[in-house]
């Protein structure tokens, strides 16, 4: 079943601008991760979020978690026309080996030159 | 590192057939791998959870007797579609774990089945 819903489900913006993309999911995790996918290719990991952890920062992304609300976001600042992509938040309710992603249905951003 | 490579990355096949899937971790030992199914401007969904010498955990609705894993090395896993039909054309994704950071999945670039 779906765990994580991104919010919005497609975003268009203009170079240099920062995107925000939103997670919404239901059970506990143990951590969250986001994923990039271009078109008809495989994920790229972005950046994975622990549940004990609020903020996390990596080059020009920003990921904050609120547990209490069960809600993540992402933020790409200074966006590129590269950065055109579908974006997945996945949550792992366990962690370590074995452990299980679920994703949402992501996120199609376009960022115009 | 942590490169995930799939064979092939497209295939096409008359109904009926069977067609395999290679997933190789091309830099590291897997400890474990994953194979997913997804739609056209959909979510991934996991179909079966791999490790090396065990046999394949299947995700509840997914056939088991249909979709064949074998996990024979700590580098290669592979996907057998048996007797393919039309609806299971799809992007099948595997990814793999290493032992370092278990939590964290890299994904192989995917193969495109299309049955006819």
């Known amino acids: 079943s779906q765990q994580g819903e991104e919010d919005p489900q497609a975003l268009s913006i203009q170079e240099g601008e920062n995107a925000t993309m939103n997670c919404s999911y239901k059970?506990?995790?143990?951590?969250l991760q986001w994923y990039r996918q271009n078109s008809g290719r495989g994920l790229v990991h972005l950046i994975l979020?622990?549940?004990?952890?609020r903020e996390k920062h990596s080059g020009r992304l920003r990921v904050t978690l609120d547990t209490s609300k069960k809600s993540s976001s992402l933020l790409i600042t200074a966006s590129r026309a590269a950065d055109t992509a579908s974006y997945f938040c996945?949550?792992?309710?366990?962690?370590?080996?074995?452990?299980?992603?679920?994703f949402g249905k992501g996120i199609t951003l376009s960022v115009r030159p | 590192g942590a490169v995930v490579s799939q064979h092939p990355s497209r295939v096409i096949c008359k109904s009926g057939t069977s067609v395999k899937i290679e997933c190789r971790s091309l830099?590291?030992?897997?400890?474990?791998m994953f194979w997913y199914r997804q739609f056209p401007k959909k979510s991934l969904m996991l179909m079966a959870t791999?490790?090396?010498?065990?046999?394949?955990?299947?995700e509840q609705g997914v056939e088991k007797d249909k979709f064949l894993i074998n996990h024979a090395s700590l580098t290669l896993s592979t996907l057998t579609v048996t007797s393919a039909h039309p609806e299971d054309s799809s992007f099948y994704i595997c990814?793999?774990?290493?032992?370092?950071?278990?939590?964290?999945?890299?994904f192989g670039p995917g193969t495109r089945l299309t049955v006819l």
């Open positions: 830099d590291f030992q897997a400890t474990t």
């Open positions: 990814s793999a774990t290493r032992p370092a950071s278990t939590d964290t999945q890299y």
């Open positions: 979020i622990r549940s004990n952890e």
């Open positions: 791999s490790n090396e010498g065990s046999k394949a955990t299947y």
């Open positions: 996945a949550t792992d309710a366990t962690g370590g080996a074995n452990s299980k992603l679920t």
């Open positions: 059970t506990s995790i143990n951590n």
